[in-house]
């Protein structure tokens, strides 16, 4: 497959290059080849793009929303026709399994560009009666997005801020991370392909200085970054100066809560999922894994057998079930954090290994709350279980974090369910099930996990602004 794209950046509508920005290289993590050259974005290409998008949102804005829908309808019906080549390209490009990749990553962004297609249509304002007077809301876009990506899910990260931006009539531009660059670029070209006007998403390439440069200029109105928690903070910071929108995505360090009347095979399940998928590398993970004390041993037996299981391997292998970390760095981070939790004296249920960028899945157990791995996000396979016993202890626990993106609890009772996810300090939470996240539903955090949220309805109203119009009937009546 061809991997190098045609240029490095997407702007109105055609790949442009500038030679003149610094080079990027991008690794395929499974091998260590080279499967792109790419040059960073300089500022004449940053200053291209936003003038483009701005040019662009315009027209873009004044179309009926039925009109835009079909464009965005377009779309996820060409990525869904080329979902093995986009997937193929996704898994070079991040390392993850083809068997993931072609379930979780263009797909959803495909569900994204769907569903919002068909909630543009309905989004209305409304009119407020006032006597004979009367006044009504308009839902405005905002202008000009800038979208930032992290490099887990970067195709997905792409559809879910492009999707409802440019359903409200906005335009954006994206900048991917760059370490993972090339399916952002497919977005832009399929976008034009399926209908939608030059300008509407572009897309630069560059590094947090290149993001930086995004957010700070004065034409854009609104910024949707998914990244990290220090990263986060920058970006928010920075856009503030300029009273811009903002929405956050960053990281966690989520609670799963295993009550000893579980569904024990479910719940190993779903912890697996929720630390071995994307080989970790996903934020709503669910890494503090509090098993009653009851259960425990049960549970770490069955967890056992099923993470020595796994098959590692050559991540375009349909069998393959675990790739490589994304990157030599984050491998690096992550096999510290092993060697820090053995040295802190969890107890190593399995794995621990490492070989390439690849690390097998792990599991600890006798995890305390004060040990780095309780309170560090890791962002790779590697699970701690810790031991409780009553439920008001495992509920403070869960929430003595200064996270809050995403918790799960498995019980079969019913009335405990409800009650402790009430009390969960959480922006998603799953009951008996973790990380689904469809589109149709919300999905963002609380506390330093974010603000905002992605997906469901709730998005709309992130991407757009209401404007108050009130309709005086009758003479003025002024006292002068
Ligand atoms: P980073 O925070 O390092 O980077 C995120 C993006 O921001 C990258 O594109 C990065 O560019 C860019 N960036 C860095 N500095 C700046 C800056 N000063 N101004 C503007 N942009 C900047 O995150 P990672 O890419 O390492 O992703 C992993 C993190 O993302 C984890 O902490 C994880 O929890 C979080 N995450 C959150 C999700 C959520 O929805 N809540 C989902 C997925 C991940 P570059 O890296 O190219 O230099």
Known sequence: MRTQPQASHFIDGAYVEDAAGAPLAVLNPATGDTIARLHEATPAIIDRALASAARAQVAWAALRPV?????????????????????LLETLDTGKPIQETEVADWPSGADALEYYAGLAPSVTGETVPLGPDFAYSIREPLGVCVGIGAWNYPSQIACWKAAPALAMGNAMVFKPSE????????????????????????????????????VTDP???KVSLTGSVPTGRKVYAAAA????????????????????????DSAVGAAMLGNFYSSGQICSNGTRVFVHRDVKEDFLSRLKA??????????????????????????EKVTAYVARAKAEGARLVTGGGSEGLFVQPTVFADVTDTMTLACEEVFGPVMAVLDFDIEEEVIARANATEFGLAAGV???????????????????????????????????????????????????????????????????DAPY
Do not use: C
């Open 410 to 476: 498995f019980t079969a009772d019913i009335t405990r369910a409800h009650r402790v996810v009430a009390r969960l300090q959480a922006g998603t939470v799953w009951i008996n099930a973790y990380n689904l996240t469809p589109v149709e539903s919300s999905f963002g955090g609380v506390k330093l996990s974010g603000v905002g949220r992605e997906n469901g309805k709730a998005a709309i109203e992130h991407y757009t602004q209401l404007k108050s119009v009130y309709v005086g009937m009758g003479p003025v």
């Open 306 to 331: 099923r993470a020595e299981a796994i098959v590692m391997g050559d991540p375009t292998d349909p069998a393959t079930q675990m790739g490589p970390l994304v990157s030599a760095a984050q491998h």
């Open 241 to 264: 100066e300029g009273i811009r929108h903002v929405t956050m995505e960053l990281g966690g360090k989520s609670p799963l809560i295993v009550f000893a009347d579980a569904d024990l």
């Open 67 to 87: 009109e835009r829908a079909r464009i965005l309808r377009r779309a996820s019906d060409i990525i869904r026709d080329r979902n093995a080549d986009l997937s």
């Open 179 to 214: 370490t993972t660059p090339l399916g952002a670029l497919k977005l832009a070209d399929i976008l034009m392909e399926a209908g939608a006007p030059a300008g509407i998403f572009n897309v630069v390439q560059g590094m947090g200085a290149v993001g930086a440069a995004l």
């Open 219 to 221: 034409r854009v109105a």
